[in-house]
């Protein structure tokens, strides 16, 4: 009698470990960022569905260009009308006149439509990596047959092809395999939407300034509570966004720490869940006075504040925060490299 007590116990308490796992991998797993985003920017639900979650907002990237049809090697594509768009951290390459290769980090991402322009058939990737193959670039294009119906992977890297075709059309493009001018001049931008907080400068020169406007558009994870150690910052609600150079980083299952440039910004809300109540932010850096931290800048900031210096204050009043954020994605706990509400594509329960 007392062997099978003990068997029920040992299964009731199985049971509540498993919903418990289950409810933090629901926790974990970030929800479409919505807020702030102007209605012809967010991109239909349908229209994502069989898309990489690293371009999910890529509507909301500027510079942009569109053509009306095809145009020469564009025809490999389709005749349909098509608009292209760059992230950030190919823009902001663009601002030097005398660029001749885009950064790892630079997406470009290209929308066709069918040959009637009735609806967007194919989705075309290009994604800037430091992989010497293809001179860094991958390639993948998406298609469907209606816009009823999802999204497949048709050609491209990880495909039987491994986007060599892809690849030697792109090689007579101008710069650095890309054909589209996106010239700032000749192209619409937006300078609430195409924001500095996407890049941050690295280097030894602090402080820094780090532009928060548009941050609500980043990937985001909203939490009804703590996770962690997250108590530190109260019992509240919060949500916590990372900028598009530490999402891409999420999409790659040998990263084991965020790039330069990555910003994670922490907006705590008050008791009763109606406003935000404080901000935290983090900025990854190389500067050398952070490497004890990882490169990590922790910093409380204003909530009505559209822009920050971070780094004028060195390790002051640091080395709290880092104590505890240096414990994500270790020993079992959810995170990575100082981050606890993300986790990498290929880690257990997350599909970022």
């Known amino acids: ?74 025809l490999a594509h389709g005749e349909g009308a098509r608009t292209i768009y760059i992230n950030n951290v190919g823009a902001k390459a663009l601002e030097d006149a005398d660029v001749t290769a885009y950064p790892a980090g630079t997406i470009i991402v290209k929308e066709i439509m069918d040959d009637a322009n009735t609806f967007i058939q194919k989705v075309a990737t290009m994604k800037k990596t430091d992989d010497s193959r293809h001179n860094g670039w991958t390639y993948k294009k998406y298609a469907r047959p209606d816009e009823n119906t999802d999204y497949t992977q048709v050609r491209g890297d990880g495909l039987p092809d491994a986007a060599e075709g892809c690849h030697a059309c792109h090689t007579a493009a101008p710069v650095d395999s890309v054909f589209v001018d996106f010239s700032m001049d000749d192209t619409t931008t937006d300078d609430d939407t195409m924001s500095d907080g996407d890049m941050m400068p690295a280097g030894d020169t602090l402080p820094v300034t780090v532009d928060l406007a548009g941050y609500t558009s980043w990937l985001n994870n909203p939490l009804p509570g703590p996770i962690g150690a997250g108590g530190a910052h109260g019992q509240n609600a919060r949500t916590i966004y990372i900028n598009d150079v530490g999402a891409m980083a999420l999409q790659d299952a040998s990263v084991t720490a965020y ?27 190389d500067n050398s006075t952070y490497t004890d931290h990882n490169g990590w800048i922790y ?29 994500a ?7 990575m490299d100082g981050v606890f509400a993300f986790q990498r594509a290929d880690m257990d329960g997350e599909g970022q």
């Open 329 to 335: 994605g270790t020993d079992g706990i959810p995170g």
């Open 259 to 285: 790039p330069t440039g990555t910003i994670v910004v922490k907006d705590i809300m008050d008791t009763t869940n109606t406003s935000v109540q404080s901000r935290a932010i983090m900025v990854k850096t």
């Open 1 to 74: 009698m007392l062997k099978h007590q003990i068997a029920l116990i040992a299964l009731l308490i199985g049971c509540v470990a498993f919903i418990s796992c289950d409810q933090l991998v629901e926790i974990l797993t970030p929800a479409p960022p919505e807020a702030d985003m102007p209605d012809d920017m967010m991109p239909d639900d349908s229209m994502m569905v069989g898309l990489p979650m690293y371009i999910s907002m890529y509507t909301s990237w500027l510079p942009k260009v569109t053509y009306p049809e095809a145009t020469e090697t564009g």
């Open 299 to 327: 910093k409380y900031v204003d909530i009505n504040a559209e822009s920050v210096e971070v780094g004028s204050d060195g390790l002051d009043g640091q080395q709290g925060c880092h104590g505890c954020h240096a414990a």
